[in-house]
């Protein structure tokens, strides 16, 4: 339960991180109290995983936190990739999986590429955010790939166990 409270705060803190990327006048100042303490009261218990997420789905509705997804582009029938890029393993660093939420068809194989100079995992993840077995690569090397082929709808959520605070969707329509 902690390390869930500790990735929700970091997905929050990343986030804010994306938002101030993308809208340049965006400081840390410029950050609601009431995002920080919802946060920061999260992260010490006061609130549950539901309130914290129900903040989460306000803000993004009233688009204060704005999701862009990206359709798969296949450079050849039926794959997809998403790229690992270089400093994703920096908590600090804004290189999240490009894209962070990839949109492809039912039967496509996604392909993820380590472009980064460290080794990273790809570990999918139940809606609680526990490790199950769907797909699962081993560490991969800068270079390294893994692939796996989507045979149903939905939406699959999946992360770095070497650095819990990158997570991306794979949603499969």
């Given at each position: 339960m902690k390390q869930q409270k500790v990735l929700g705060v970091v997905v929050l803190a990343s986030i804010i991180v994306i938002s101030a990327t993308l809208y340049q006048s965006v400081t840390a100042e410029s950050v609601p109290d009431w995002v920080r303490n919802t946060a920061l009261w999260y992260g010490q218990g006061e609130i549950s995983e539901t309130e914290f997420l129900s903040a989460i789905k306000y803000l993004i509705e009233i688009d204060v936190i704005q999701i862009e997804t990206e359709k798969a582009k296949p450079a050849k029938p039926g794959t997809a990739q998403v790229i690992i890029p270089q400093g994703n393993y920096d908590v600090a660093n804004s290189a999240f999986y490009i894209p962070l939420n990839l949109e492809v068809s039912v039967g496509t194989t996604v392909v993820w590429v380590n472009?980064?100079?460290?080794?990273?995992?790809?570990?999918?993840?139940?809606?609680?955010?526990?490790?199950?077995?769907?797909?699962?690569?081993?560490?991969?090397?800068?270079?390294?790939?893994?692939?796996?082929?989507?045979?149903?709808?939905?939406?699959?959520?999946?992360?770095?166990?070497?650095?819990?605070?990158?997570?991306?969707?794979?949603?499969v329509t």
């Open positions: 472009d980064d100079s460290v080794k990273h995992t790809v570990q999918s993840q139940d809606e609680e955010g526990n490790i199950i077995g769907l797909f699962n690569s081993a560490p991969l090397d800068t270079g390294d790939r893994f692939a796996h082929t989507f045979d149903e709808p939905g939406v699959y959520n999946y992360y770095c166990t070497l650095h819990p605070w990158r997570v991306g969707v794979i949603t």
